[in-house]
Every structure is written in structure tokens, then in C-alpha cells.
């Protein structure tokens, strides 16, 4: 076994800066180019009416709620890739990952359901009468994108686990530029489109989906990937699918509630009024500028442990798993700096088209609001760097347990904070804050007391016939 202590400087070592960036940086780009995607599609809709914004993201953010907990499972397929890969078990690959696509196909049904209600979902919210209509009409049409939504999180887990992250970059930045031109053309209506307002992001979404489904499926098919690693084994895998569901059904759990969470805080606000709930989307939209490059680098620290408990390197999971938390403080840092001294530099195109109305009252409002942001940025880099770290050595029942009491915590705290006290939006923000900031001391508890170490999701050897 290497002797990890002494392995070269921080910047050339084993699962040092290099090495880490090398494989993270892809997946920094590819949550970027989703970041840049929403951040476009958020300004289109600005830019056609504030009510399409105000009901784009809860109606975008109640249809991912329902998504998370099979979302959350196919994405595991990728912890298994990792700890497969590291373990030099190539053949198993494939297999797992069909029977995250498996899991996606039967989960669909349910997922899509909720859109029949759609209407009746967001009378109860309390929001305006024209933000009510567009929220409807934006679930019920992404609601049909859940199936390839679902198949494409397990099928991208093929490469994503093997780090080779540069194809999952590939594929995502095509779907992105897909999209975004498709938002052009169908939001406003040019190039032949209708003009479809809320509804035309909400199919150029879809469509752009259903794109990268194709694309891997195509990859995936590749004769090196048949014969290497299975990449067309889409056989039904009772033991696979058994070992998938009890790791990664408390991953998706863990999803479900946090999303579920943050979901009740966002319609919760929205009864404040339209200037509220659109200056909160807009600093959500906004914050993703910083959250989605770290979710990049804490799907590295992932698939590092994952590849390395594989080996069974637990001290080199751990060192690239503090390598990834230092690039993500670094980079929340600048950011947030940026969110106090400069926010006009990331609000100034929502408000491009000159429409007036109330517009200058919501920028004031996300003015403030970017700094909650700011405050609570480097401890969302602990939440997600080490809850990733662990998840992807199989400590998926202490997220879960964490999860389902911060969840009750946060959605709790936020309705007696506004229909108990009367605290207001500030109160609400205050309250998100210090939520956000205790998940982050819990994930960095549970990793340094090192359970995590001796966990592993896959069969020591590969069992005859499964």
C-alpha cells in the first residue's frame, strides 16, 4: 500500500490538486452549463412577463421534490460504477446501470401522475391568480420530461463512475445549447415557433432531455463498451437491483426531503406576495452560480471515494475528498464576495428589457437577499462536499436519519416563522441560513468520526449466476 503522507507535494500527490481538478473540472463545466442554461431561461421568462418568472421556479422546483427519491437512486447506480471500477470489476458495470434505468422506467408513472392535479396543487399555494395558471401549465409540461430525466441520470452514471468525466461534460453541454436556443425560439416565437411564453421553456426543456437519453444510449452502444464493461447488459438483475435499492433508497430519501424542504420555504414565501416569491427565485437562480460548480467538485469527492474504497484506500478517499472541500471553499468564497460588493453584475439582465412595473422593489428586495446567500455559502460547501464523500462509501442511512429531521426542522421552522410570528421575509431567510450552516457541521462531524471508512456498496467477489 502507498504511503500517503509522504506522496509528493499538495499540488502532485495521489488525489491532490491535479489529479482532482483533472477529474472534476468536467463536471464543474457540465453543472455550469446547467447553471448558465437556468440563469438564461430565468432571464427569458423576466424578460416576457415577472409572473412567468415568479411561477417558473416553484413550479420547476415541486416537479425535481417529486423526481429526487428515484432520481436519487438512478444517480447512485454511479457509486457502485466507482467502487466496481476501483475493484477491477469492469463486467459488472453495465449490468448496475440498467437496472438504474430500470428503476427510472417503473418510477415514471408515479412521478408523472401529480400533473393530473396540477391545477388544484397550486390553488393551494396562495399565490396570484396568473402565477397559479403558470405554475400549472410549467409542471404538468416538464412532468413529461420525468422519464428521460430519470433514464438519463443512470445512463450518464456509466461514465461519470469510471471518471470519465469529460464525456458527461460533452453530452450535458450539447443538451444545454440545445435548450437554450430552443428557449429563444419558443418562449418568444421566432424561427417558426409560437410563442409560447412559460409553456415553450417549459417543452424546449423536454426536448433537450429526451436529447441526452439519445446520445448516451448511442455511447453506451459503442463495441468497446459491450464488450468491456457490459454497456448493453440490460437484463432485469434481481441482486443488483436489490443491493441498488438498499443503498441507494435512503440516497434518494435524503434527496427528496432536503428538496422537499427548501420547496415548502419557497411556497411558503410565496404567500407573502409576487415581489417576494420572485426576488427569492431570483436569488435562488442566482445562487446557483455558486452551488451547481460545487455540486461538480462534490460529485468528484463521490466518485473519488467510491474508485478509492474500492481499492481499499481509504486514506487517499479521504485526501481527495479535503482536496475537493479546498477548491470549493475557495471558489464559494470569491463568489460570495462578489454576491456583497458587485450584485448588480449578476441581476443587471433579468431587468435588461426595460419593462418597469415593479421591478425596482424586487431588485432591492434580491439585493438583500443575495447576501443571506453570501453568509451561508461556505457551510453549503461543507453540506455538499462531505455528505457526497460519505454517500459514496454507502453511509446513506445517517444522510437519510439527518435529512428527514432537518427537513421537518426547516419546513416547520418556516411556517410558525411566517403564520406563527409574522417574521417576514427576513425572518424566513434568517432561518434558511442557520439551517444551512448546521447541515454543514453535521456532514463535517459524521466525516471526521470516520465510519465511512470501512463501508462498501459492492460484493467483495462476484456471486455465481447474479
Same mark, same amino acid.
Given at each position: ?15 491532490? =490538486?491535479?489529479? @482532482?481538478?483533472? #477529474? *472534476?473540472? $468536467? !463536471? +464543474? /463545466? ?8 437556468? &440563469? ?59 437496472? =438504474?434505468?430500470? @428503476?427510472?422506467? #417503473? *418510477?415514471? $408513472? !408515479? +412521478? /408523472? ?8 396543487? &397550486? ?344
Amino acid at each position: 500500500m502507498r504511503d500517503v503522507r509522504v506522496d509528493g507535494s499538495w499540488w502532485e500527490r495521489a488525489c491532490g =490538486g491535479r489529479e @482532482i481538478l483533472r #477529474l *472534476a473540472l $468536467p !463536471l +464543474v /463545466m457540465s453543472s455550469l452549463s446547467w447553471t448558465l442554461l437556468t &440563469f438564461i431561461d430565468r432571464m427569458f421568462l423576466m424578460w416576457w412577463s415577472h409572473e412567468a418568472l415568479a411561477a417558473s421556479f416553484p413550479a420547476a422546483l415541486l416537479w425535481w421534490t417529486l423526481l429526487c427519491c428515484p432520481l436519487g437512486i438512478c444517480m447512485y447506480a454511479g457509486t457502485f460504477v466507482s467502487q466496481y471500477y476501483g475493484a477491477d470489476q469492469q463486467q459488472r458495470i453495465g449490468a448496475v446501470v440498467w437496472q =438504474g434505468v430500470w @428503476i427510472g422506467v #417503473l *418510477a415514471s $408513472p !408515479l +412521478v /408523472m401522475a401529480p400533473a393530473l392535479l396540477a391545477d388544484t396543487v &397550486f390553488s393551494w399555494t396562495g399565490h396570484d391568480a396568473v402565477v397559479q395558471a403558470q405554475e400549472a401549465t410549467y409542471f404538468r409540461i416538464l412532468s413529461l420530461g420525468s422519464p428521460c430525466m430519470l433514464v438519463s441520470y443512470a445512463l450518464s452514471a456509466f461514465y461519470s463512475g469510471q471518471g470519465k468525466t469529460r464525456i458527461v461534460m460533452a453530452v450535458d453541454m450539447v443538451a444545454v445549447l440545445l435548450n437554450i436556443v430552443l428557449d429563444y425560439l419558443w418562449i418568444f416565437g421566432h424561427g417558426g415557433f409560437p410563442a409560447g411564453g412559460i409553456a415553450g421553456g417549459a417543452w424546449a426543456t423536454v426536448v433537450a432531455i429526451t436529447a441526452k437519453v439519445v446520445i448516451f444510449l448511442v455511447l453506451l452502444a459503442l463495441p468497446w463498451n459491450r464488450t468491456t464493461y457490459g454497456s448493453l447488459d440490460w437484463r432485469w438483475n434481481g441482486h443488483l437491483l436489490a443491493r441498488l435499492w438498499k443503498f441507494g433508497g435512503p440516497a434518494g430519501l435524503q434527496m427528496l426531503l432536503e428538496v422537499a424542504g427548501f420547496t415548502a420555504f419557497v411556497f411558503l414565501v410565496g404567500s407573502l406576495g409576487t415581489s417576494e416569491l420572485t426576488a427569492t427565485n431570483l436569488a435562488f437562480n442566482i445562487s446557483s452560480l455558486a452551488f451547481m460548480p460545487v455540486f461538480g467538485l462534490s460529485t468528484a469527492a463521490s466518485i473519488v471515494v467510491g474508485q478509492q474504497l474500492g481499492r481499499d484506500e481509504p486514506d487517499l478517499a479521504a485526501r481527495g475528498t479535503w482536496t475537493c472541500l479546498w477548491l470549493a471553499l475557495g471558489y464559494m468564497g470569491l463568489v460570495s464576495l462578489l454576491y456583497v460588493a458587485v450584485p448588480d453584475l449578476f441581476l443587471v439582465g433579468f431587468f435588461a428589457s426595460g419593462e418597469t412595473g415593479n421591478g425596482e422593489e424586487i431588485r432591492r428586495i434580491a439585493i438583500v437577499l443575495l447576501r443571506y446567500v453570501a453568509a451561508y455559502n461556505l457551510f453549503d460547501a461543507l453540506n455538499m462536499v462531505f455528505v457526497s464523500a460519505i454517500k459514496g462509501a454507502g453511509d446513506t442511512k445517517f444522510v437519510f436519519g439527518t435529512s428527514l429531521v432537518m427537513a421537518i426542522v426547516l419546513a416547520a421552522g418556516t411556517y410558525l416563522a411566517l403564520r406563527v410570528y409574522g417574521a417576514g421575509l427576513h425572518g424566513c431567510w434568517v432561518l434558511v441560513t442557520a439551517w444551512i450552516w448546521l447541515l454543514g457541521v453535521i456532514y463535517l462531524a459524521r466525516f471526521l468520526h470516520g465510519a465511512w471508512r470501512t463501508m462498501r456498496v459492492i460484493e467483495p467477489v462476484p456471486q455465481a449466476g447474479a
